[in-house]
């Protein structure tokens, strides 16, 4: 008979969604192995942190917006040490998962204290399965570096807390925690990575020193209870931890520069299609981990180099894989300027419009256009060079609206369309001669092209644009958008996810503001008066929740709805008339925002 128990005393927490609950363990953990001969063998912490993983996962993923907070070159300590902890919602697994995942790191600092890292092997060149080293790729090994990267960052965070409260005692235990986790990192790093600078082992060494000098600081204090003599070794202590944070943060970036150079350089000569696209891989995973990593790779030539691969007929099967990753990179300024300088605006025109690619390579082309297109983005100087390939552009992306077999390429498509029509009013006109109203209209009447509202928002947004052209009104009549704009108003999220209800609120904003902007047409504004709209409206100022108390849907319904008065009074009642159009538009707005106020 053979099971396992597991002894734990920690304490449990909970994230801020309340979705998962995760149990940290504190000192005493061992694990009982019953053997078939009834013999007992009990694990201590040390040995449960070596314990394989049962699965692989990055604490830093996504989409967003989140980045490694350390501190480099030229930063201030104190902004290194904070530590984006709202990261840990990222994390979907199943909390026992996590907690086996995490237990490899989180080992008891005594334990570690005594076995100073030292991997446990039997044969220097055999692989360890024991080892937190033992990994299967670059990839992996890199996400296990910024994971313990990650757990040195916040313990260099919540020393900064417990010494501003002079908890001398969980400073030092926590210091030499720190301690032990640097040498680990150091340790698997070099284990997989054979080819170090002696730069970088310069700054091992630093960072080594400056650890036990912090230890060794810590340590004096705790063997003191002269307030005196511990208020003025504060100072000392303050200078060492930011001599940690600063040696760290440099010693990453220069491990992280090292190992994109090194994908970089794959990229460049190998001429085999395996290895080209598994540094191709581990590149865009590199990426999602931010956007400091992006400047980085951006900085060491990855814009150059994936744009060569999209320029070599060999790799078009890798095209795809390579413009997601450039759609990542593109993120960053310094991205932009390596795309300005390699003329890959129109590269993503040639391959737009070559109908011998896959819609895949299409659509992935389509989202590095939305990407360096973003309204949002501050700097503009790749923009000239757009306008000289925009027509064309916008044909391609109009097409592949038009022949989208998924949402998820309609969605892409449209938003790089969305995006376009902010910049030059041409692009609204370009659109106009392409029947692209038309193409959009007749596409959110398929439910499995536009089956989400991100992708209603892109739609929504093209229309709003597009209006400020007298011609656009005809052409709303014609495909029935006027129906099609009452129905965003009521847009609502089915999952309740905050990203979905956002897009939602954008939804209804929009819809709103075209209804505005279209309603200057008689023609326009006697059809929405017919399909009920005013009432909608005057429902969306009054009912906070089914605006999901948006302020900037309750302004776009205002002005919407002081419109299509002008144009239809006699279906206002009075109230909403001396309520709702009569006033001053701020006032009507103040209105609304107060009606469920209570004043119990």
């Not at 009982?32 to 009990?42: A, G, I, K, Q």
């Not at 290194?80 to 600092?109: A, F, G, N, Y």
């Amino acid at each position: 008979m053979q099971g396992t128990t597991l002894l734990l005393v920690g304490t449990f927490t909970i994230d801020l969604n309340g979705s998962r609950t995760a149990f940290l363990c504190r000192s005493f953990c061992c694990v009982y192995l019953l053997l078939p001969f009834h013999c007992c063998l009990v694990l201590t912490s040390s040995a449960c942190a070596s314990l394989p993983a049962c699965t692989e996962s990055s604490l830093w993923g996504s989409a967003c917006k989140n980045k490694i907070n350390m501190a480099f070159k030229g930063e201030d300590h104190l902004d290194s040490l904070q530590l984006p902890v709202q990261r840990m919602h990222l994390i979907q697994m199943d909390s026992v998962q996590r907690w086996m995942e995490d237990l490899k790191l989180m080992t008891d600092c005594e334990c570690m204290c005594i076995l100073q890292s030292k991997p446990i092997s039997i044969e220097k060149d055999e692989q360890n399965e024991l080892m937190l080293s033992s990994q299967y790729s670059t990839c992996d090994n890199l996400q296990l570096l910024l994971k313990r990267a990650w757990i040195i960052s916040t313990e260099l965070t919540r020393i900064a807390q417990k010494l501003e409260k002079n908890r001398w005692q969980r400073v030092h235990s926590m210091t030499v925690r720190v301690n032990c986790h640097v040498r680990s990192m150091i340790n698997e790093y070099n284990t997989f990575t054979r080819n170090s600078s002696e730069e970088m082992h310069q700054f091992e060494k630093l960072l080594l020193d400056k650890c036990s000098e912090f230890t060794a600081f810590t340590e004096r204090c705790i063997q003191t209870e002269d307030e005196q003599i511990l208020k003025s070794m504060k100072s000392s202590i303050n200078e060492a931890l930011t001599n940690v944070a600063q040696y760290f943060g440099q010693l990453i970036e220069l491990v992280l520069t090292h190992e994109a150079q090194n994908l970089l350089r794959q990229i460049e000569l190998s001429n085999s299609m395996y290895i080209t696209e598994s540094a191709i891989s581990s590149l865009f995973s590199l990426t999602q981990e931010g956007s400091h990593l992006c400047r980085i790779i951006a900085k060491e030539g990855g814009v150059v180099a994936l744009f060569k691969i999209c320029r070599q007929d060999c790799f078009r099967c890798l095209y795809p894989q390579t413009l997601r990753t450039l759609a990542s990179i593109c993120c960053v300024e310094e991205g932009m300027y390596q795309l300005e300088k390699v003329d890959g605006i129109l590269c993503l025109a040639d391959i737009l419009t070559d109908n011998s690619h896959s819609e895949a390579t299409h659509a992935e082309a389509a989202a590095v256009i939305a990407q360096i297109t973003s309204p949002h983005l501050t700097f503009t100087q790749h923009l000239s060079s757009f306008l000289e390939n925009m027509e064309e552009i916008v044909t391609a992306l109009v097409k592949l609206c038009q022949e989208a077999s998924s949402g998820e390429v309609f969605l892409l498509a449209s938003a790089a369309l969305a995006n376009i029509t902010f910049f030059d009013t041409m692009a609204c006109e370009i659109l106009l001669q392409l029947n692209a109203m038309k193409i959009l209209l007749a596409a959110c009447s398929d439910k499995h092209i536009v089956d989400t509202p991100y992708s209603r928002d892109q739609v929504v947004t093209i229309l709003a644009n597009m209006s400020v052209l007298d011609q656009c009104a005809s052409e709303i009549i014609q495909g029935n958008g006027v129906q099609l704009l009452m129905e965003m108003l009521f847009e609502r999220s089915s999952s309740g996810n905050s990203a979905e209800v956002a897009a939602c609120e954008r939804v209804q904003q929009k819809s709103a503001v075209t209804l505005a902007r279209l309603s200057r047409d008689p023609e326009v504004a006697d059809a929405a008066v017919k399909l009920s709209c005013i009432p909608r409206l005057i429902k969306l100022c009054r009912s906070p929740t089914e605006r999901n108390n948006s302020d900037s849907v309750l302004v776009a319904c205002l002005a919407a709805l002081r419109r299509l008065a002008v144009m239809s009074p006699e279906g206002l009642e009075d109230s909403d008339f001396q309520q709702l159009v009569k006033p001053r538009l701020v006032d009507s707005f103040l209105l609304c925002t107060n009606m469920e106020e209570s004043f119990v």
